[in-house]
């Protein structure tokens, strides 16, 4: 994803709840305090996009950019988080099942999950005419081409992460909701060291970007024998899946070294 250089920062409340460890003892109480976390990211996504949108009015390549990221949200957050919800049982039901590992089932479930996420980035990178601009002056993928983007800039570092989280649950008793917040806080900080720390004012936007691959995957997988997490292991479950990156990220910059194919 690369809705990056032209968003604004709107505080340092990430940091407070990190820091804090607000973030860590709120998910550590009843489901219904993940649930109030999940809906304070997504005022705070509403909020920061109406005033970056507004501020943007007369910058038409970065209100462009705009249109392109509320395209996104529009197709994957709003239709896409809400369907899920709405069928998240009998998925759960289908996908159980199905006679594999549920380790494998999750991965695979939550890459095609990315597949789609950034099938939307992609058309609304090609859709730039519509925005006002030339493709190539506003983007929000690293290319036009959808195999591109997916073989050498995204999900192809994404499966990776979904490993470590496989492993991460076939060890701890992290909620779906939990999984969703955590995977999405990872996914801010991916944005933020990849492309600007102006992204942290756009965490709430870019935890449902990344929660949404991981949630329904997760609210699949069955009953498990395994640990409650402990603090120290919230602060794992946002890290870890750097590590797993590493060595597929150091590969396929050795064999794709361009990271986007718009600039000059």
Request: charged fraction near 15%.
């Amino acid at each position: 994803m690369y809705l990056c250089e032209r968003t604004l920062v709107t505080g340092n409340l990430l940091k407070t709840y990190i820091t804090g460890g607000i973030l860590f003892r709120v998910m550590r109480t009843p489901k219904s305090a993940t649930a109030v976390l999940i809906k304070v990211f997504g005022v705070w996504a509403f909020i920061v996009y109406s005033v970056v949108y507004i501020l943007t009015l007369n910058d038409p390549v970065s209100h462009a950019v705009m249109g392109m990221a509320g395209g996104l949200a529009v197709l994957w957050i709003v239709i896409g988080g809400a369907t899920m919800f709405k069928v998240r049982d009998r998925v759960k039901s289908f996908v159980r099942g199905i006679s594999w590992g549920w380790k494998k089932k999750f991965v695979l479930f939550a890459t095609v999950l990315a597949l789609t996420e950034e099938a939307i980035a992609t058309t609304m990178t090609n859709l730039a005419p519509l925005f006002g601009v030339e493709i190539g002056e506003a983007y929000i993928t690293a290319s036009t081409n959808y195999l591109d983007v997916v073989l050498f800039h995204s999900a192809i570092v994404f499966i990776p992460m979904f490993v470590a989280w496989a492993f991460l649950l076939s060890r701890y008793d992290f909620s779906p909701t939990e999984v969703f917040i955590l995977f999405g806080l990872t996914g801010v900080l991916a944005e933020a060291g990849s492309f600007g720390l102006q992204n942290l004012g756009s965490a709430g936007f870019w935890v449902f970007v990344y929660g949404l691959m991981v949630y329904l995957p997760a609210y699949s997988i069955p009953e498990r024998d395994v640990k409650k997490p402990r603090l120290r292991h919230y602060f794992l479950a946002i890290f870890l899946p750097f590590i797993f990156v590493i060595p597929v990220a150091f590969v396929v910059h050795l064999v794709h070294p361009t990271q986007i194919h718009f600039e000059s």
